[in-house]
């Protein structure tokens, strides 16, 4: 949904301002996905496309990273309504390790100043729930690739409005956060978690944060071109659980997860336009 200049010009309202911090390879399928959720209101929407200062992209188009994108040092002044740090295909390595690690800690504890509400998606709630409550991620000795169901366990949140009792939610991850681990950090709340494939959405109150280690932003065919990928390379995979009718990659994959996902973002949104300040100045005071 894109709303044209001259129709948003007579709302008597402003904008949301929402930054995407997009940490992943693909930065043109990644940021289509999550504008697609994120726009799919009747809230006009000032979308913000940044990246890590000194972090070079190796598949996507330096045309387009410099046309479009802001590295984070040029918006650190900057306040916002909503962020959205993605994943990222750094699963293996310790957070330590991570290349921009210190500059994300920089984001993390910038996002309690200067933005109202953030989304860390996969590895970006990981990291983000490892900063501030020390939350360890675990490798598993196999990948969770699939679409697993998911139980709501707080139908009462807002976040949930709309939900059913359960959902279907794509998983592809090489690591995990415990349960127990989240129980254990004070004023963290599980919203969404399957027993296959442990939690999955996390809010956590006091950093106006939620964290979501699986992925409603995927398209229809995501699942099926990491499938695809690993198959060509020689990787071993497995078929991607309930993803394929009948478990057969040669049909074409089934989108179960399309209308919680924008149930998902939609509250999100509509919890930031509720709450947020009406002057951007003050949003993190």
């Known amino acids: ?45 000032e979308l913000s496309l940044i990246r ?17 994108y802001h590295p984070f040092r040029e918006v650190k002044d900057q306040k916002f309504d909503g962020l959205i740090i993605t994943g990222a295909p750094i699963e293996h390595l310790e957070f ?31 990291a983000m729930i490892n900063h501030f409550h020390d939350v360890k991620k675990h490798m598993l000795d196999a990948k969770a690739f699939g679409c697993f169901r998911h139980r709501n366990l707080a139908p009462a949140s ?15 991850r090489w690591t995990e956060v415990r349960q127990p681990e989240i129980d254990a950090a004070p004023g963290l709340i599980t919203l969404l978690g399957s027993d296959d494939v442990g939690p999955c959405l996390v809010e956590d109150p006091a950093h106006r944060a939620l964290y979501i280690f699986n992925h409603f932003e995927y398209d229809s065919d995501t699942l099926k071109q990491e499938y695809d990928r690993d ?9 991607p659980i309930n993803y394929y009718p009948d478990d057969d990659p040669g ?20 919890a930031i336009y509720q709450t947020t300040p009406f002057e951007l100045s003050k949003i993190g005071q």
């Open 1 to 45: 949904m894109v709303m044209a200049e001259d129709q948003a010009a007579r709302q008597d309202i402003r904008p949301l301002r929402i930054g995407l911090l997009n940490l992943m390879p693909k930065k043109i399928q990644t940021e289509n996905q999550f504008a697609r959720l994120i726009g799919a209101t009747p809230l006009q929407i």
């Open 52 to 68: 890590m200062t000194e972090h070079q992209t190796k598949n996507t188009a330096a045309e387009h990273m410099a046309e479009f």
């Open 96 to 126: 330590p390790d991570v290349t921009y690690w210190d500059e994300i800690r920089e984001v993390f504890d910038w996002t309690q100043t200067n933005v109202h509400s953030t989304f860390g998606v996969c590895w970006g709630g990981m």
């Open 158 to 172: 807002p976040f949930l409005r709309g939900f059913s009792d359960d959902c279907v939610i794509p998983v592809s």
């Open 231 to 239: 198959v060509e390379n020689g990787t071993p995979i497995n078929v």
């Open 251 to 270: 049909q074409e994959p089934q989108n179960r997860w399309r209308s919680h996902a924008h149930l998902l973002y939609g509250n999100w949104i509509n």
